[in-house]
Each structure stands twice: as C-alpha cells, then as structure tokens.
C-alpha cells in the first residue's frame, strides 16, 4: 500500500500558522473535525498529546509523525501539514520541524498503522524528499512530490 492512498488534498494544509505543538495539533485536528473527518476534536489532540508525553514525535531532518489510534475513524487517515517557520517539537535531533505527517487510525488497524509508519520514515530518508517538499506551495505540488518521492521505495519496504 502506498501513502498516497490514505491522503487527499483537503488533507493538506500547507501554511501552518501554529508556533508550539500543542497549538498545531489543534490545528490540524480542527481542519479535520470542520471537514466531517472526526466528531471530537478534543479527544485526539489529548491523543496526540499523551503519545508525546512517552516520546516526541518529532524524528529528524524537520520532520515530525504524529499519530494515534481512534475509534471516531473506520480506517486510517494521513493529514500533511507545512509549517514555513518552524515548531519546536522537542524533536530528537533538537531541530525545528517544518513537515507534519499526521496519521490516525482505528484501534483495529495497527498493523497497517506500522506499515504506514514504516513507509514514511524510509520516504523521510530519501535525500531530495526534504528539498523537494520545502519547494511545493499547493496541496497538489505537495502531495505530487511525496508520490513521486514514494515510488522510489519498494512497496515491500
């Protein structure tokens, strides 16, 4: 399975205004309830928020991966944010995060969870995935360029 399966341009938020993390989870996650995604937006920003309290989310390179398992959904969901200045997310690396894949999914489904997971680190490890994304302004361009970045990545991986 590929990720672009579990993205869609309204899915995309492109100009993140949110300076801290919890702010950006409520932004994201409030992009999702307006759109009929989820019904309790309060419920998966305290998700979110319990899953970094055991390890921030934040991996490296500018990228973060939040997620989290939700009865409110039937299957999973990959939102991509951009945030052009920056959010400290006590990332591992110590650095800024500028890309937010945020996935959710339901309590059933963890091994496509992993899966999925898997799949965007490895994408995050391809060298040109950062700049080419950092170029993209439009919901398309964005998904465009992590399609392509995909299809570098064998589907066994």
């Given at each position: 399975m590929n990720l672009a399966d579990y993205m869609?341009?309204?899915?995309?938020?492109p100009d993140l205004r949110s300076r801290s993390k919890a702010l950006l989870f409520e932004e994201m996650v409030n992009h999702l309830s307006a759109r009929g995604?989820?019904?309790?937006?309060?419920?998966?920003?305290?998700l979110l928020l319990d899953r970094e309290k055991l390890m921030s989310t934040?991996?490296?390179r500018g990228f973060a991966i939040p997620h989290a398992f939700t009865a409110q959904l039937e299957k999973s969901i990959m939102m991509v944010g951009v945030s052009r200045r920056g959010v400290d997310f006590q990332a591992l690396d110590d650095?800024?995060?500028f890309f937010?894949?945020?996935?959710?999914g339901p309590p059933?489904?963890?091994?496509?969870?992993?899966?999925?997971?898997a799949r965007l680190s490895r994408l995050m490890n391809q060298d040109d995935f950062y700049g080419r994304l950092e170029t993209?302004?439009?919901?398309?361009?964005?998904?465009?360029v992590i399609a392509a970045e995909e299809k570098k990545i064998?589907?066994?991986a």
């Open positions: 869609r341009e309204d899915l995309v938020l995604y989820i019904g309790d937006a309060k419920e998966i920003v305290r934040g991996i490296k650095e800024p995060v937010v894949f945020l996935l959710l059933d489904d963890q091994g496509l969870h992993m899966h999925l997971l993209a302004d439009v919901p398309r361009e964005i998904l465009d064998p589907l066994s």
